[in-house]
């Protein structure tokens, strides 16, 4: 039962990750985010009274998202202070006029600190006149706490907008769990119990004390939650047989809390429970790593690189080129038709023509038509040559960014891994490949490839140039020189064929050649299989053949679509996973009886050969994999 929740969980996260390169998705959850922001911010409060941490916000973001925190701050004071919440009213206006003015001033930027400074001046001036006109008895400790508060969370959330800092982004979840330790959208569900337990298990220590000190200061229970958050995080430091108890870690430590001290809380529980859970589904976060002399250098240019990368990536979203001017074609078709016709000043008919006529000159109403729809149809070539054209620059736009992002991941990656002694993992079985063809060697279309890639991984490509002869050769060439080199640099499988779909979609070369890649882990003795357009593989056990996978189309079609089939499977028990080309009826070769998975990979792949092959002219080649456990390893 665990191996499917496991299964469940790395699904979960795959499918949160493909979400977050969606680009509509993620400037919606920017707008929702920078709204939901300064919405939660106006909950946070010290001896029941509001807090001004959405000035803080307001005054560090840019002045188009500054305006959304403020819109949002202003609908969260009245919501959860009611009548106590006019002076956030006033700090959120005044925040957000600050924003928009002052920061289109490009001096704002040579001075950071003038904008948080003028929110504290702004937040002390409020509280004043709130005191000596309003009479609002309110602590002066309490007047002197707003105006540090408005100064500092500026300071911090500038800095946050600025660089990764990881202290930054602990203290930014430690208001942030403050904040939310006053929403409760269900009754007894605290989304700061939420947070915390989220923050417990994805964070570092000091993320997890300060989530606990966030829920301590807003007095929302009587379980001190410093020791639970702490606890858990420790906890959650023993190596378990089981992944999922490392996630259960706040709610066990909430328990023993509640033993402890007497206090039945189940809202604490429930919501460090639910928090905890929902850190299984998130991607883990890299451990923050030590930067030392060149290496720390280094590090620092490729994620420097990386983000540039990145944020180009982005910018070809929003080169839209401008529409296609229907109207100004008609016009021009209209000036050519009418200008010699002796009728023009005073036709009707001219002056009704819609742009529409571009997709059916034929229902154009003119009593000269042999004049009007020669020209309507050679404005009608004009528009669908320039729709054409538009359709493919945003081909060339989607590849750039694509490839762009792709090697923005990869930068992202090597600096990850870069100041770390990586540990490698030891190899548990050795491979053994063999291939046959059926073709001449300089004109066989097929072209497969056997080779080491990282993190003990090995990769078999088999690429299919579709056809025969010299041009299906070339193409089954460079297509398998090109995944080679991009695999064996460490790009993941997904951006290197993503990157020859572009190339082929570029080239107008659709099914030029077809994929067939098998990359196996030597460490676990998983094999993923990647296929887009290729034939039906096959997997050879003691109790006969099973096909995997089916007729797909092939790569080069889109830019924009991906039509791979992927597959996991087990070669740890002795099956031999079989490749072929479109040469060999698999069908036909793997029903034999002789065929056994013991028998060597060279024999077994000359009588799949032999055995599938017809009378056609197509090449025909058949890859075997099989792995051996390295204990049991020969020569």
């Known amino acids: ?121 702004l937040t002390a001036v409020t509280g004043l006149c709130f005191q000596a006109f309003l009479g609002e008895d309110t602590p002066v400790v309490l007047h002197i706490l707003r105006t540090a508060l408005a100064l500092l969370s500026g300071m911090l959330f500038a800095q946050a907008f600025s660089c990764r800092d990881a202290v930054t982004h602990w203290l930014i979840g430690g208001l942030g769990v403050l904040a939310l330790a006053q929403v409760e959208p269900l009754p007894n569900l605290v989304l700061g119990y939420v947070a915390a337990g989220l923050m417990t298990v994805t964070g570092a220590f000091p993320e997890a004390a300060l989530a606990g000190l966030a829920l301590d200061l807003a007095r929302i229970t009587q379980l001190p939650m410093t020791a639970v958050t702490c606890m858990a995080w420790l906890a959650g430091m023993i190596p378990f047989d089981k992944r999922w108890q490392h996630y259960a870690a706040p709610a066990g430590a909430c328990l023993a809390a509640m033993a402890v001290c007497g206090v039945r809380d189940l809202p604490a529980l429930a919501g460090l429970a639910l928090g905890g859970g929902l850190g299984a589904f998130l991607p883990p976060r890299p451990l923050p790593a030590r930067r030392r002399g060149e290496t720390g250098l280094a590090q620092v240019r490729l994620e420097l690189g990386a983000r540039l990368l990145e944020s180009t990536a982005e910018l070809f979203v929003r080169l839209e080129p401008p529409p296609i001017d229907r109207e100004a074609l008609l016009e021009k078709a209209r000036q050519r038709a009418c200008g010699g016709c002796s009728a023009r000043n005073s036709c009707a008919q001219s002056r009704q023509l819609d742009p529409q006529l571009l997709e059916r000159p034929l229902d154009a109403q003119c009593r000269k038509s042999g004049r009007l729809i020669p020209e309507l149809r050679r404005a009608q070539d004009q528009y669908r040559a320039m729709q054409a054209q538009r359709a493919a620059q945003g081909e060339y736009r989607g590849a750039l960014r694509q490839q762009y992002r792709f090697l923005g991941a990869y930068l992202r990656r090597l600096a990850d891994r870069l100041p770390r002694k990586a540990e490698l993992a030891a190899p548990c079985f050795r491979i053994q490949v063999s291939a046959r063809s059926k073709g001449k060697d300089r004109a066989n279309g097929d072209r497969c490839v056997a080779f080491s890639g990282a993190d003990c991984c090995y ?177």
């Open 1 to 121: 039962m665990m191996v499917t929740v496991e299964t469940y969980l790395r699904r979960g996260q795959r499918r949160l990750q493909r979400l977050l390169l969606e680009p509509r998705l993620r400037w919606a959850a920017r707008t929702g985010g920078y709204l939901g922001g300064g919405f939660v911010l106006s909950a946070a409060s010290l001896m029941n009274l509001p807090l001004p941490l959405c000035m803080g916000l307001i005054s560090a973001a840019p002045p188009g998202q500054a305006v959304l925190i403020c819109l949002g701050a202003m609908a969260g004071y009245p919501f959860f202070w009611g009548t106590a919440g006019s002076q956030g009213l006033v700090w959120s206006a005044a925040g957000g006029l600050l924003a928009v003015m002052v920061g289109r001033d490009p001096r704002s930027r040579e001075q950071p600190m003038m904008i948080p400074v003028i929110a504290a001046l």
């Open 459 to 635: 990769y078999v490509l088999l690429c299919d140039g579709m056809g025969t002869g010299m041009g299906a050769a070339e193409e089954g060439r460079e297509a398998a020189a090109m995944l080679h080199r991009m695999l064996s640099a460490g790009f993941p499988a997904e951006h290197a064929l993503a990157s020859l779909n572009s190339l082929l979609a570029l080239r107008g070369a659709a099914g030029a050649v077809t994929v067939d890649l098998a990359r196996i882990r030597l460490d676990t003795g998983i094999a993923e299989l990647y296929k887009w357009g290729a034939a039906p593989s096959w997997v050879l056990t003691r109790g006969g053949a099973e096909k995997i996978g089916t007729a797909s189309a092939p790569p080069g079609i889109s830019v924009g679509e991906s039509r791979e089939m992927t597959q996991k499977l087990s070669l740890r028990r002795g099956e031999v996973l079989i490749l072929l080309s479109d040469g060999v009826d698999g069908e036909e070769a793997l029903r034999r009886s002789d065929l056994s998975p013991d028998a060597p990979p060279g024999e077994l792949a000359a009588k799949i050969l032999e055995g599938g092959c017809g009378g056609g002219e197509d090449d025909a080649t058949a890859a075997v994999i099989r792995l051996r456990p390295t204990s049991l390893a020969t020569s």
